[in-house]
């Protein structure tokens, strides 16, 4: 699987069996660079503009974007689990979907705007991630603290921090990665793409930062 981060929650996985997923498409949102991505399968953690603005997605993708278990193409299962995007079970800014998608022997977990401490239930539902995609930046989701408690909880063998503040966006109210990587202990390097098979998770280092893709020049 080929990952590649886009900045605020959007990340593209292409698989070896030629399809793609994207998760949380953002659109025309701050000074992020206006894309036009391909995809077979998105996943929507919940309908802000922010993150389901599909009009930025070329051609007819399968959308996940209610609780349960589907299966969009041979050898890929994705499981939605029902949370909050607030800590006032939703009575904020409503509901949020985490997402485990489980392909090539890996299990990835995206948390879309996970607003609250995960209940124990929620930590069965989502298991043990070999990737963990976790907003840090805080206000509208998690912040760094509980971030870090959530890897803490869950044990991912590799985590990556998203929905932070960047270059693109600094008008908006939530922080940076750095008090999250502070936490964590970690300083790694940014890296534009990476590639994980099953196999090579034990040489990844247990935090990943990955830096926004720049945009296709035609």
Avoid at 45 to 64: I, N, Y
Avoid at 183 to 211: H, I, K, N, W, Y
């Amino acid at each position: 699987m080929i990952l590649r981060y886009y900045g605020h929650s959007l990340f593209t996985m292409a698989l070896e069996c030629g399809v793609t997923l994207l998760t949380d498409p953002y659109g025309d949102f701050f000074d992020y660079p206006k894309r036009q991505l391909k995809a077979d399968i998105v996943t929507i953690s919940h309908h802000h503009h922010d993150h389901d603005a599909l009009s930025m997605v070329a051609g007819r993708a399968v959308v996940l974007d209610q609780p349960g278990q589907f299966t969009p193409a041979p050898g890929l299962s994705v499981t939605g689990v029902p949370g909050w995007h607030d800590a006032h079970n939703g009575a904020q800014r409503g509901g949020n979907l985490m997402f485990v998608i489980e392909t090539e022997g890996l299990r990835i977990v995206h948390m879309g705007d996970i607003g609250h401490r995960l209940t124990d239930r929620q930590c069965l539902q989502l298991g043990t991630p070999d990737l963990l995609l976790i907003p840090v930046g805080g206000n509208y989701t998690i912040d760094a603290q509980t971030a870090a408690e959530t890897v803490n909880r869950l044990h991912p063998r590799v985590t990556i921090p998203m929905h932070y503040q960047t270059e693109y966006d600094r008008q908006m109210p939530i922080q940076t990665e750095a008090p999250f990587l502070q936490l964590m202990g970690m300083q790694p390097v940014p890296v534009s793409v990476a590639r994980f098979t099953a196999g090579d998770l034990c040489e990844r280092e247990p935090v990943m930062r990955m830096s926004v893709t720049a945009p296709t020049i035609s």
